[in-house]
């Protein structure tokens, strides 16, 4: 069974500029989460969409990030304009119906805003 | 509201010593908890998972943690450690004040296994 994937893995960009990125969940999963980790910091929730409906978006900067999960199955997360403070791993999760359904994460997008 | 606390940012063990990493949650009720793992430019592995079933849950890699409740502790253990357990290691708990599913995590531990 594929796991979760992500693209880009690394992206550069300075600050003020656009970037987005892509999660394709596994299979038959209707949850999907996007998580920010921080270096040296656990990762922290940025949206949960049930299908492609957004379920918790509470912690995510609406200013500057958006995310779409269209016919509920791939997601993007992009943030225009990016900001110092936005440079962190961007994770990917997925699991079957949320709840205490097991999460299963992707390898990550590092981004690094100059 | 539901936190964890990873007492401990860094942790260094010799090969076949024992492994102990900290774990304090904060919660309003019964809590689900869980470790994760992190192998550099990777992402998370869940290890174990605590759901109210027995205390002490056995989990991948011969790790294991025991919820005690009057200490409010979700300590992560392995009798011998490895080379290959080197990684960073994130508490979490579930999050029931916002949505379904929603993890609260700890700031992570890095252990270090030297030969």
């Known amino acids: 069974e594929a796991g979760v994937a992500q693209s880009p893995r690394y992206k550069i960009i300075e600050k003020r500029q656009s970037v987005a990125f892509w999660c394709n969940p596994i299979?038959?999963?209707?949850?999907l989460y996007w998580y920010q980790q921080i270096l040296g910091q656990g990762p922290k929730l940025l949206i949960q969409?049930?299908?492609?409906?957004?379920?918790?978006d509470s912690q995510l900067p609406k200013d500057r990030f958006s995310a779409e999960r269209l016919k509920g199955v791939d997601s993007t997360l992009k943030i225009q304009p990016a900001k110092l403070e936005d440079s962190a791993v961007y994770l990917c999760?997925?699991?079957?119906?949320?709840?205490?359904?097991?999460?299963?994460f992707g390898p990550g997008t590092r981004l690094t805003v100059l | 509201a539901q936190s964890v606390t990873q007492l401990g940012s860094h942790v260094s063990v010799s090969e076949g010593a024992l492994v102990l990493l900290r774990c304090n949650y904060s919660?309003?009720?019964?809590?689900?908890l869980f470790w994760y793992v992190q192998y550099p430019n990777q992402g998370l592995q869940l290890l174990l998972k605590?759901?109210?079933?027995?205390?002490l849950v056995k989990g991948i890699n011969g790790f294991e943690a025991e919820f005690k409740k009057s200490e409010t502790s979700f300590h992560l253990t392995k009798p011998s450690a490895h080379m290959s357990d080197a990684a960073e290691y994130f508490c979490?708990?579930?999050?029931?004040?916002?949505?379904?599913?929603?993890?609260?995590f700890g700031k992570g531990t890095k252990l270090s296994v030297k030969p």
């Open positions: 979490a708990v579930r999050n029931y004040g916002g949505s379904q599913g929603n993890l609260i």
């Open positions: 919660s309003s009720v019964p809590p689900y």
């Open positions: 999760a997925s699991s079957f119906q949320g709840g205490n359904n097991e999460q299963f």
């Open positions: 299979s038959g999963h209707a949850t």
């Open positions: 969409f049930q299908n492609n409906g957004v379920v918790d």
């Open positions: 605590y759901t109210s079933a027995a205390t």
